[in-house]
């Protein structure tokens, strides 16, 4: 018995000192890549190193991950995520690179083969991936550490030019925070960790220190350092504080006045413990923490079963598209996406506007030339009297800012090359001057920005090569949305509005492509930009109807109906139009809408966002088959196991179920199978075999959530008639069961 005494006040002492009364649950995924083939790091292990036993001293359960690839990151976000369901305060940490592509973060892997600006969506992790996991879990709060705005190492073979990472909105309850602000760059440090991180694990070990403060401090450390070259930055909707260490700092000590309370005698006899009670508790922490790992597991295997059975589809339907379908006729070459290049807006002849400067009269023409490739120049007139131009070299030309040198020669001198560094109009019609720096042909270098540069324009005097009108430009690209095409429709049109801002129809064309690809929320940015623009064309009411329609705007259909009346791709606006149907629930009109879809695009040319959509819509059809009633983990008396079998009853579903409800459960019919909307509904009568006579049943009513995955459906309430009255009353016991389809 005493021995026994003594296992029990060690249990209860180590689960004091491991979580204390009221501590919140603490999850973590920590990763730090460096082992990069094309540009390694050094300090991004030892950070993830240090940063994971830093947590795990503040009570983290900590996920370390270190060089890892695509497949292990991707892995180690979705359990992360399930383990946030549990609940509790959730953290990632990432060092390494660190990219933006089109206003979008990514997060590489040390295996990533990047060559162009498009690879970077297919091998590196989305870190909106991160953000989408955690706003899943609904726990209380969350956070995001992003130590991975180093140079970007492949930026030589990227079209854009942005640094650093773009600024991301917090959700509700999280907090993000980055190495340096975005847009910028952070060195990788000179010590064993990053500046950064280096910072941030002494702060956060601080007692008592609020989580705002911890940055406030870490922010200032890092920009005393480096002379305010790094500015570490944070974007935060958190609703409540959060200690790293301990919790607010102690009270003030009381007044000298007020007599310090006694303390207490070490005869004082000891409360006697409970040892029946604490026994009772100790049991009753090990079967729940026994039942979340259950749980758990049996999501991780779920999700494992479904990425299996997503992948084996796949592999189906390119087969059968290789082995049964025809070759899909190709379209005229005329109709073909063409890749944007804005080089080729510059092609023409420019000729310099004012007086450049100040001491000696410039009158200079360029004329610039693309082949697809390279941008190439030439010029003419002179810089002053007794020279000439001819050469046009080192032309580069960024986001909205163009920069090339003119290369003069003066009759009795050596060559002067001027740099010039031009910002270019939104339609590349007018070159304006902002600095123009000198150097002669023995000097290695240019010596600064010309102090006497006055007002100068280079104006477009000869017209670049004529285009098709913007509409016909535009009219395959549309036509691919609602085809297999989105993925290179997607692209044409970010670089069409990169290229020309102002081209309303390419930004419609952009907002509609990314709802289709599951980016609402930059669909929405660009709908507003276009709102801005006040366009009305068919691209444009395409676009509109389909936001206004999301957000269940009455006004879309007018829009959507406007459209196709003003030529817009009629395969198209169907399926915005069921899109929008799919939104609001409507089943049976997203059905006839895809039917008539169906009857303008062949099979082999509906791309996957079709079918996906295709199959939200027909749940009558992908709810045929079996499924079992599963019953929570803790529930107890092996009850609960019932198959159904659902079968197409006209335009609806009828059912069947066998098996046992309840230990004296005889006879199962099932009626009243209805789908409204995305619900399904049906009754139970169970007939009893022991108790009463044989027609004497219990009703019970089951209604399912269809707007996720058919093939694990939550089955969120449960109801029975437990009286004469014929009310249903909801049964608590069978809350959170789900139907498991039996392949």
Not at 403 to 412: C, G, N, R, T
């Amino acid at each position: 018995m005493r021995r026994f005494i003594q296992v029990v006040l060690l249990t209860c002492l180590l689960l004091a000192l491991a979580e204390p009364a009221g501590a919140e649950h603490r999850i973590a995924l920590v990763i730090g890549n460096g082992a990069y083939k094309a540009a390694p790091l050094k300090n991004p292990v030892n950070d993830a190193r240090d940063m994971a036993a830093s947590l795990k001293r503040l009570g983290f359960d900590v996920t370390p991950l270190t060089d890892a690839g695509q497949q292990q990151m991707d892995a180690a976000v979705r359990e992360f995520g399930l383990k946030l369901r549990q609940g509790g305060a959730g953290l990632f940490y990432y060092a390494g690179h660190g990219l933006q592509v089109a206003g979008e973060n990514y997060l590489v892997p040390v295996n990533a083969n990047i060559q162009t600006e498009s690879d970077v969506r297919y091998t590196c992790l989305p870190a909106g991936m991160v953000l989408g996991k955690m706003e899943d879990a609904r726990n209380d709060l969350n956070i995001i550490i992003l130590d991975a705005c180093r140079n970007n190492p492949f930026a030589r073979s990227f079209r854009s030019t942005e640094q650093g990472l773009a600024k991301m909105d917090a959700p509700t309850g999280s907090l993000i925070s980055y190495a340096t602000a975005p847009g910028s760059v952070a060195s990788d440090g000179q010590g064993k960790n990053g500046l950064f991180t280096q910072h941030l694990l002494r702060n956060m070990a601080t007692p008592g220190l609020p989580i705002t403060e911890v940055f406030m401090r870490v922010r200032q450390s890092v920009v005393a350092e480096t002379k305010r070259k790094q500015v570490p930055w944070e974007a935060s909707s958190l609703i409540g504080q959060f200690y790293f260490s301990g919790t607010a700092a102690n009270q003030p000590p009381l007044p000298a006045t007020v007599a310090a309370v006694s303390p207490v005698p070490a005869t004082a006899p000891a409360k006697p413990l409970d040892l029946k009670a604490e026994k009772k508790r100790v049991a009753e922490e090990a079967v729940r923490l026994k039942r979340e790992q259950q749980e758990l597991a049996q999501l991780q295997a779920l999700q494992a079963q479904q990425d299996r059975l997503e992948a084996e589809r796949q592999k189906v339907e390119q087969a059968k598209l290789l082995a049964l379908a025809p070759r899909p006729k190709q379209p005229p070459q005329a109709q073909q996406a063409v890749p944007v290049h804005p080089e080729s807006f510059l092609e023409g002849g420019y000729r310099l506007v004012g007086e450049l400067f100040s001491y000696s009269p410039v009158e200079a023409m360029v004329q610039f030339a693309f082949d697809g490739t390279d941008l190439t120049g030439s010029a003419s007139g002179h810089f002053g009297p007794h020279t000439f131009t001819g050469k046009v070299q080192e032309i580069e030309l960024g986001k909205g800012v163009l920069q090339f040198v003119i290369v003069s020669k003066p009759v009795f001198m050596q060559e002067r090359y001027y740099r010039f560094t031009c910002s270019v109009s939104p339609g590349f019609d007018t070159l304006t001057v902002v600095s123009v720096e000198a150097r002669n042909a023995d000097e290695p270098n240019f010596d600064g920005a010309l102090r006497k540069l006055q007002s100068g324009h280079f104006v477009r005097v000869a017209q670049r090569p004529k285009q098709a009108p913007q509409a016909k430009a535009h009219a395959a690209q549309f036509a691919q949305l609602a085809r297999a095409g989105l993925p290179d429709a997607r692209a044409y049109f970010e670089q069409a509005v990169q290229a020309r801002p102002n081209d309303a129809d390419a930004r419609a064309g952009l907002a509609i492509a990314l709802v289709f690809s599951g980016r609402e929320a930059d669909a929405k940015y660009q709908f507003q930009r276009l709102s801005e623009s006040g366009a009305q064309t068919a691209g444009v009411r395409l676009a509109k109807g389909l936001l206004l329609g999301l957000e269940g705007n009455a006004d879309a259909n007018y829009q959507l109906n406007r459209a196709q009346e003003e030529g817009a791709d009629r395969a198209l606006a169907l399926l915005c139009q069921a899109v929008v149907a799919d939104r609001k629930g409507e089943m049976e009109r997203g059905q006839k809408l895809m039917e008539s879809y169906a009857a303008l695009v062949p099979e082999v040319e509906r791309g996957e966002h079709v079918k996906i959509l295709d199959k939200n819509l027909n749940l009558a059809g992908n709810m045929v088959g079996s499924f079992k009633w599963v019953m929570p983990p803790d529930y107890e008396g092996g009850y609960g196991k019932l198959d159904i079998v659902f079968r197409r009853a006209g335009s609806g579903l009828a059912a069947a179920a066998t098996g046992k409800f309840w230990a004296f459960s005889g006879d199962i019919t099932v009626q009243d199978v209805q789908l409204k909307g995305k619900t399904l509904m049906f009754t139970l009568k169970v007939y009893k075999v022991l108790f009463g006579s044989l027609d004497d049943a219990s009703t019970y009513r089951f209604t399912c959530d269809l707007s996720g995955s058919l093939d694990v459906i939550p089955v969120p309430v449960v109801e029975w008639v437990p009286g004469r009255d014929g009310k249903f009353v909801t049964r608590r016991d069978y809350a959170n069961t789900r139907l498991e389809r039996q392949l």
